[in-house]
């Protein structure tokens, strides 16, 4: 489906500035259809005069729609909809409204967008709240609906982004107070009483003064919270977060404007405490994890430390030798919790990771002399289980290739580890020993990355010779296992 801006630029003369502000009336039009009880449908004026393209719609949460189908990019002749044919003419808002009940529509009305002397856009207003009876509630609605399309012919709403900001900004159904110029309360739908008896108000929040009742309720000390005082004293458009330390509710509010003058304001509330509760455990959550992976971390030091200890104890070559291997094994695996205890979810970035393992098994390794090991490419983000195989198999190569490739060199020697992602991430290992003397006999540590390479990573491991000398080790495993 064609976006606004594709519309406006295919078939209208709008220039940028017409469509940025008109994008932006959309993302706050929901509010209005809200309040109205009804479907809006936005025409944009096409640029050779022959009619109408409808650039956005949008259906009310309050109540039944009339337009079940998406009109988006459906063109409209000139005739076809005489109500629009007039309001591109005079520049003015067509009402049709019951004479006893002069808040309901009778039937479909216009409202033109004006920007410089011009209309760039008519709203088209259908709704069936004819069918519902009228209470306060519904009054108040209306006639706010009513103000704010006003507001809209003047380019007085939307209002911007105003003070504050919350993720969870309320919607006309999760809580309606309408405030005077005092900021009293003269109107509060049950959704918002509601919320405000969760924030520990005892009795009615009518004609209350929002924003010193709301202060009083959240018991924080020191200073007042400005950015409160301002959304809930309905004197500047914003949202903000009111709590008491167990109830949680969010704020916006919307200044009106009649003939010119200030003239009080909306204020929707919502309540948010089990969003924030879900949100706190979250965290909650994701600090033992992290917590949990730190005392793993440790305790993996501790019995690598022990296993180093032990080699150093030893006189016999073949134990040392064993016990060097298990504790680069453990030291690998020790590298990837460290990380996960820093970063927060079960995704890490294996680019840090290779970095340590890499200087962790030039430490431990004994064939490593003056030589240089090399780290090109990008890993990428890996998941925790994947990275841990990966960091496994990573360390028996990088380690096999200091002991049986550069380490046995007379000179200076060089080991590549290379990543490239792609379809498939190849990870290559490569030194210039004096290579393969007859066929590849593997020993436990190459059985362990083969192992974990087809088991744990669903991959490849190839073992080869370079065309000059040295070895080359190349694994290969699915994109998918990344993030």
């Known amino acids: 489906m064609a976006t606004l801006a594709d519309l406006a630029r295919e078939r209208t003369d709008l220039v940028d500035a017409d469509v940025d502000f ?11 259809a809200d309040l109205g009880f009804s479907d809006l449908t936005m025409w944009l004026p096409t640029w050779n005069e022959g009619g109408f393209i409808a650039g956005a719609q949008v259906r009310p949460t309050t109540g039944p729609t009339r337009q079940p189908h998406d009109v988006v990019g459906q063109f409209l002749a000139k005739g076809r909809n005489l109500l629009l044919d007039q309001s591109l003419v005079s520049m003015k808002s067509i009402l049709k409204r019951q004479d006893l009940r002069p808040l309901i529509p009778q039937d479909s009305e216009v ?33 706010v609906f009513d103000l704010l399309m006003q507001m809209s012919i003047k380019l007085l709403f939307p209002q911007g982004a105003g003070v504050g900001k919350t993720s969870l900004p309320p919607r006309v159904g999760d809580g309606f107070l309408r405030i005077d110029l005092d900021g009293n309360v ?16 005892a009795f009615g929040i009518d004609g209350q003064h929002l924003a010193n009742t709301l202060m009083r309720l959240t018991r924080s000390p020191g ?45 929707l509330l919502r309540d948010i405490s089990e ?19 730190h005392r793993v971390k440790n305790n993996l030091q501790t019995v690598a ?14 134990v040392r030798s064993a016990l060097e291997e298990a504790q680069r094994r453990v030291g690998a695996i020790a590298t990837v919790h460290e990380t996960l205890a820093h970063e927060p979810g079960t995704v890490i970035n294996f680019d840090e990771v290779a970095q340590r393992l890499i200087l962790m098994v030039r430490d431990m390794t004994r064939g490593m002399r003056q030589g240089s090991i090399n780290l090109t490419g990008e890993f990428g983000m890996l998941k925790s289980e994947h990275a841990t195989a990966l960091a496994m198999a990573l360390t028996e190569l990088v380690s096999n290739g200091i002991e049986h490739g ?29 290579g393969l003397k007859g066929d590849l006999v593997e020993g436990l540590g190459l059985q362990i990355v083969r192992t974990i390479v087809t088991q744990d990573l669903h991959g ?16 290969e495993i699915p994109i998918s296992l990344e993030v």
């Open 305 to 318: 430390a022990l296993l180093r200890l032990q080699a150093r104890g030893s006189d016999s070559e073949e």
């Open 111 to 143: 409202f033109p967008i004006l920007r410089e002397g011009r209309v760039i856009a008519i709203v088209e207003r259908t709704s069936n709240i004819e069918r519902r009876a009228e209470g306060t509630l519904e009054r108040h609605y209306l006639e």
């Open 223 to 267: 200073p007042a919270d400005e950015s409160l005082m301002l959304v809930a004293g309905g004197r500047a458009a914003g949202e903000t977060e009111v709590s008491n330390g167990s109830a949680y509710t969010s704020l916006r509010s919307i200044p009106l404007v009649s003939d010119g003058k200030h003239c009080g304001a909306v204020v």
């Open 275 to 293: 969003l924030r509760r879900r949100e706190n455990a979250l965290l909650t959550k994701d600090a033992t994890i992290r917590e949990i992976h």
């Open 22 to 32: 008109l994008q932006s009336y959309v993302s706050e039009w929901s509010l209005l």
């Open 406 to 434: 550069i380490g046995l060199r007379e000179t200076d020697g060089a080991l590549t580890v290379n990543a490239k992602r792609g379809e498939t991430l190849v990870v290559t290992v490569e030194d210039d020993g004096p």
């Open 460 to 475: 490849s491991l190839d073992i080869s010779a370079r065309e000059n000398e040295g070895v080359i080790a190349r694994i």
């Open 186 to 201: 003269v109107f509060a739908s049950p959704n918002a009483v509601s919320a405000c008896h969760r924030l520990g108000l």
